[in-house]
């Protein structure tokens, strides 16, 4: 059983910054490819960033620039480092970890807002 926990998300103006972590705890983290999506209201759970456990990533072009997913495998994490927010950005933007089997974390809120 794997269990993930994010965190990170809060409330800024377009155009600032925010860094999202996900820990993992069970599982072999280091051989997992993790993935960053985001559910708007009203919306589908759509792909953001993704890193598989050799480090290459992967962006949905709307962040391409602005957004960077990264991995530290000694504290089973991944990051999703976010600049140039924009509204558009907004939703609860949940991690996911698939190694043989999906496991999703909770989600945590992202509101770009001036």
């Known amino acids: 059983q794997v269990q993930l926990v994010e965190s990170g998300g809060d409330l800024v103006q377009p155009g600032g910054s925010l860094r999202l972590s996900c820990v993992a705890s069970g599982g072999r983290f280091s051989a997992a490819a993790m993935t960053w999506f985001r559910q708007a209201p009203g919306q589908q759970r759509d792909m953001v960033a993704a890193?598989?456990?050799?480090?290459?990533?992967n962006y949905a072009d709307s962040v391409k620039g602005r957004f960077t997913i990264s991995r530290d495998n000694a504290k089973n994490t991944v990051f999703l480092q976010m600049n140039s927010l924009k509204p558009e950005d907004t939703g609860v933007y949940y991690c996911?970890?698939?190694?043989?089997?999906?496991?999703w974390g909770q989600g945590t809120q992202v509101t770009v807002s001036s």
């Open positions: 996911r970890y698939l190694n043989s089997r999906i496991y």
């Open positions: 890193i598989n456990s050799g480090g290459s990533t």
